[in-house]
């Protein structure tokens, strides 16, 4: 529950090009523990929303102009079909007329959405791994792994030094150190061919007398 507050404390609400919204809940009591923004030009925008704690509200057709959202986002339209929407699962749908108090509780669902989605990505050199998805990413590709490819990858995140093969073994595959077994090294051979593949890196998962290493 703190946590939830102060994440709402230092939230900013940006409102893109409706005005006259802005004003009215930048009035409002109920929204006083906000920042409250206006925006009319939608590159600024953007760019603020990925690089700050914003959540932003597109009315009617003025999101159409974006494909995909990496930000909290609340689109509000006259119809009961909202079309072309965002691309992005942190978001929210509001039909005009509303009340404004699910317009509140739309914000904080997702607020909850992206504090779960921050604690499920995990950086792992130049990549990030996604908890949630079984994914790894790095430059706007991903690639879907496995429950046991992304539960090895983890382990080098959690590590300063290269991993050993027993450590490995009783993590993700639950085996004892005594077993004897050549699935690490073969996982690890499909991995690289999988990140080559995608990502077209060939020195991926490199190993020493001491271990595996990112």
């Known amino acids: 529950m703190f946590m939830t507050v102060l994440l709402m404390n230092n939230l900013t609400i940006s409102i893109f090009t409706n005005k006259i919204f802005f004003e009215i809940i930048k009035e409002m009591k109920l929204f006083s523990k906000f920042k409250i923004k206006h925006y009319e030009d939608l590159d600024l925008c953007i760019k603020d929303a990925e690089k700050e704690n914003q ?60 504090e779960f989605k921050k604690n499920s990505l995990i950086s792992l050199g130049a990549y990030i791994i996604d908890k949630n998805e079984r994914k790894i990413k790095k430059n706007n590709l991903a690639l879907q792994l496995s429950e046991k490819e992304i539960n090895f990858l983890i382990l080098f995140s959690e590590s ?28 690890i051979h499909r991995l690289r061919k999988k990140i080559l593949k995608k990502f077209g890196d060939n020195n991926f998962i490199k190993n020493n007398n001491k271990g595996y290493y990112v």
């Open 160 to 187: 300063k030094e290269p991993i050993n093969r027993n450590l490995v073994l009783k993590n993700v595959w639950k085996y004892s150190e005594e077993t004897e077994t050549h699935t690490i090294e073969t996982h």
């Open 55 to 114: 959540l932003v509200v597109f009315f009617n057709n003025s999101y159409n102009q974006m494909k995909v959202n990496n930000f909290p986002s609340i689109l509000i339209n006259n119809s009961s079909k909202i079309k072309n929407k965002l691309h992005g699962v942190l978001q929210e749908q509001l039909k005009m007329p509303f009340k404004i108090l699910d317009f509140e509780k739309k914000i904080i669902s997702l607020i909850a959405k992206n």
